[in-house]
């Protein structure tokens, strides 16, 4: 713990020390409850916060009033697929770090009173992809079956998915099954148009890197070439998608004016790849919904983001009711929408959650 200097408004803050870095805590982790009315920036302790955004027994209560069955969590001081392990200079203790932050998402968080409805969603090292394959398979044979991974792999200064670099990493994924989850911000990059621009417009701007991420996978011919791979764009919302994928498809069917060999990469059009493949989830996107026959109502699943600012908590059952109600989902949409297709993607079947 430290006192972060604020003028008359100095705070006390829990802090991470790791190699180099030192990490403070700040509201924006857990904006939720007590924290609630704080700016996210705001150095705040653990004792501040909401216990279930750290604690496990707690957080399973707080999904058991929300009405949340299982979750998937990404990372905090880890950063959305792993940022904070690649960036440090020694490597092999960085490794050492991730393998035992992975251990604990398996054995410890998604274990005991968590298993089966705490999802084990595990890091790669993303400086290696040799090793980022082996950990894929080490967690895989631990009961792991969700990977994170950056919407933009360039925006980290590492080699791009069209590259052939990710290709033992994927050829993992597809191997086990593992879904490959691209978080917002996961490229450690904020949308916005300009430095003095309103943090709104960051906010409203918060889907470009999902939609960078689509355009990359559905062109890059790694779903022709890999199978069983899975992808998710997490906190993205999917009201883009329809024009996206219009757009792709019109661009393809022109493209022997221009890349023609994007025919043997992609052998049919863009948008026939996210069937049973592509998933975006939503929190509050009653245009992607009203839209869904455009995208696909089997590919779209309901997100509550806590402990996050957008987050639906503690009222996550009345925000679906009323998008259901605004979008009109019939009986079988409703549930895809906010069971079907998540039991689908991440095959939570094995954990015991079916229909």
């Not at 905090?76 to 792993?82: A, E, I, M, P």
């Not at 394959?133 to 360039?154: D, L, Q």
Request: include cysteine; charged fraction near 20%; proline fraction near 5%.
């Amino acid at each position: 713990m430290k006192l972060v200097p604020g003028g008359d408004n100095d705070r006390w803050a829990d802090v991470w020390i790791f190699d180099d870095l030192v990490w403070v805590l700040t509201a924006g982790w857990g904006s939720i409850g007590p924290l609630r009315e704080l700016t996210a920036r705001t150095p705040v302790t653990y004792e501040e916060m909401l216990p279930g955004c750290y604690s496990q027994p707690e957080r399973l209560e707080d999904m058991d009033a929300n009405h949340s069955e299982a979750a998937l969590c990404f990372p905090s001081f880890s950063r959305f697929c792993g940022q904070t392990y690649s960036e440090r200079a020694d490597k092999d203790f960085a490794l050492l770090c991730l393998k035992a932050y992975n251990d604990w998402m398996i054995d410890e968080w998604c274990a005991g009173a968590g298993a089966g409805r705490l999802i084990p969603l595990t890091l790669i090292p993303l400086w290696d992809p040799q090793l980022a394959a082996a950990e894929v398979r080490r967690c895989a044979e631990k009961g792991s079956g969700a990977v994170a991974f950056s919407e933009s792999p360039t925006g980290l200064g590492l080699p791009s998915i069209h590259s052939g670099h990710w290709d033992p990493f994927f050829e993992a994924c597809d191997e086990t099954r593992t879904v490959i989850n691209m978080h917002i911000g996961s490229a450690s990059k904020v949308a916005t148009t300009s430095d003095d621009a309103s943090l709104l417009v960051g906010m409203a701007l918060t889907a470009q890197g999902s939609e960078g991420a689509l355009c990359d996978w559905l062109t890059s011919g790694l779903l022709a070439r890999y199978p069983n791979l899975k992808i998710a764009l997490s906190e993205g919302q999917v009201g883009w998608m329809p024009y996206i994928l219009e757009r792709l498809d019109r661009a393809w069917e022109n493209a022997h004016l221009y890349d023609p060999d994007i025919y043997q990469r992609v052998p049919n059009l863009p948008s026939s790849y996210l069937q049973g493949r592509v998933f975006g989830c939503v929190f509050d996107d009653v245009t992607g919904l009203q839209n869904r026959s455009r995208i696909g109502m089997d590919q779209i699943m309901f997100e509550i983001d806590y402990p996050h600012a957008d987050s639906t908590y503690p009222a996550s059952r009345q925000t679906a009711e009323k998008l259901i109600a605004e979008a009109g989902l019939n009986d079988r949409e409703t549930w895809q929408l906010v069971r079907g297709n998540a039991i689908e993607c991440f095959d939570l079947a094995r954990f015991g959650i079916v229909e």
